[in-house]
């Protein structure tokens, strides 16, 4: 229930978060357009530096139910800004949305995102892993058939994809969740499991981080209007991945104060990117086509966090499972069976409590230490893989992201007066939404 639940929330995560972007774009222009894109940033920043304090208070103090019931009032708030303050979008003669084409990329995502979760534990030549990665192949082959058939129609505009500036756009926004936000799971265990905080203790010292976000996202949206945006994004993925190397190193001496100058270099980087990758992914396209654009950047995040969260978890899974086994081996008062049973309690998440209390006492302290090397011998093998894929797209985004790609409608930099928002249009503006993102919780 509660899956489905999230599944729910999700699909209206979706639905906002590209539909802000497209409101953002068609309201705002010239140098008011950065600006705005700025705040968004600041807010999306704030949203971040909030959430993990705010939750863990409540799932320490209360419970953790209390995560989804303090949003019920911010939602009904929000509803009602919406319906008095936020003006309709129409676009003349939209034809219906193109189910096939959501279904068949749906399906191709949820077949990949099992398989990379599933295949250490079941096997990676096992049937049901192969079946899984073979069928998200051709779901995704039958997916950009049907975009090609239903071009004109399609959910997921192909053609967008000879802009480079789009392209690149794309690269960012996957490589920025897969980097970067995809390991905040796994620092969260660590700090949990291993380093035996509670959840406000842990959510305080992601301040670090996110309060990096929020002091650069403000001043990156103002930059936009006279910085080319490709030098905000590339450094940003830069740091993205200098953050990621001097998180690095961990021993089992190490305490969270390690991981204090990647936080604040990581979060710095992240913050330059947000807002001129928002306003990249609209600013290529006409504004009646806005909402695609900003759902297909969107859901390229979504991807990363998704095959993030999954590749580098069954590369961790198996480095802390292998490492631990092998330990262990020969260790008096461990069998063979309890330590296959502790580490793979450590791989899948669970923690190492239960598996640590069902050993003898005076095997427990060697146990307790191989737990945590194992731990932190797979958090510094994805923290070297996440900053290798930020500093190739860094590279990446440097190369692709051109000024002369932007609609003139968004065009960057200081004009010679002002410009006030665009007015309530008399008639029905174009402008609609599509799927995407979510941040860490």
């Known amino acids: ?80 800004l919406c319906v008095l303050r936020v003006d309709e979008s129409r676009q003349r003669g ?9 279904l068949a990329f749906s399906g191709a995502l949820a077949a990949l995102v099992y398989a990379l979760i599933k295949g250490n534990s079941k096997g990676w030549g096992s049937t049901e892993i192969l079946g899984c990665l073979i069928g998200a192949g051709a779901l995704m082959i039958a997916f950009l058939i049907i975009e090609i058939v239903k071009r004109d129609n399609a959910m997921f505009d192909l053609g967008l994809f000879r ?9 960012a926004a996957f490589s920025l ?28 010292r992601f301040l670090l981080l996110s309060g990096g976000i929020l002091l650069t996202s403000t001043l990156a949206g103002r930059l936009t209007t006279h910085v080319p945006i490709r030098f905000l994004i590339a450094p940003g993925l830069l740091l993205v991945g200098i953050g990621l190397l001097l998180n690095r190193g961990l021993t089992v001496s190490s305490g969270w104060t390690h ?4 936080f604040i270099i990581g979060g710095a980087g992240v913050g330059l990117i947000n807002p001129p990758l928002a306003s990249t992914a609209i600013g290529v396209v006409a504004p009646d086509r806005a909402g695609m654009a900003s759902g297909i950047n969107s859901t390229f995040r979504q991807i990363g966090i998704a095959t993030g ?11 802390v499972r292998t490492r631990i086994i ?58 070297l893989i996440g900053a290798i894929l930020s500093l190739v797209a860094a590279g990446l985004t440097l190369v692709l992201i051109r000024s002369r790609d932007f609609e003139a409608s968004a065009a960057r930099g200081p004009s010679t007066s002002s410009p006030e928002p665009a007015p309530p249009a008399t008639e029905p503006t174009p402008a609609a939404p599509e799927p995407a993102p979510a941040g860490p919780a």
Request: aromatic share 8%; net charge positive; charged share 10%.
């Open 259 to 262: 991981l204090i100058p990647g």
């Open 326 to 383: 092998s330990t262990l081996s020969g260790t008096p008062h461990v069998s063979g069976q309890a330590a296959h049973r502790l580490a793979e309690g450590v791989a899948q998440g669970g923690g190492a409590k239960a598996g640590l209390l069902a050993l003898p006492a005076q095997a427990r302290p060697a146990a307790a230490h191989a737990v945590r090397a194992s731990f932190v011998a797979g958090l510094n093998e994805i923290f």
């Open 163 to 171: 802009k480079p500036t789009f392209t690149g756009g794309s690269i």
């Open 177 to 204: 969740s897969a980097g970067q936000f995809a390991l905040l799971l796994y620092l969260t265990l660590y700090m949990q499991d291993i380093l035996g905080y509670s959840a406000l203790q842990t959510g305080l």
């Open 94 to 102: 939209a034809r219906r949305p193109d189910l096939l084409g959501a």
């Open 309 to 319: 969260i999954a590749g580098l978890g069954s590369i961790f899974s198996h480095t």
């Open 1 to 80: 229930w509660l899956n489905l639940a999230r599944g729910a929330q999700g699909i209206g995560g979706a639905a906002m978060f590209s539909t802000s972007l497209a409101l953002l774009g068609t309201a705002f222009q010239g140098r008011e357009r950065g600006v705005a894109f700025g705040v968004w940033g600041a807010v999306t920043g704030l949203a971040v530096a909030i959430g993990p304090v705010v939750g863990g208070a409540l799932t320490t103090g209360l419970s953790w139910r209390w995560i989804f019931l303090v949003n019920v009032p911010i939602g009904v708030v929000a509803l009602v």
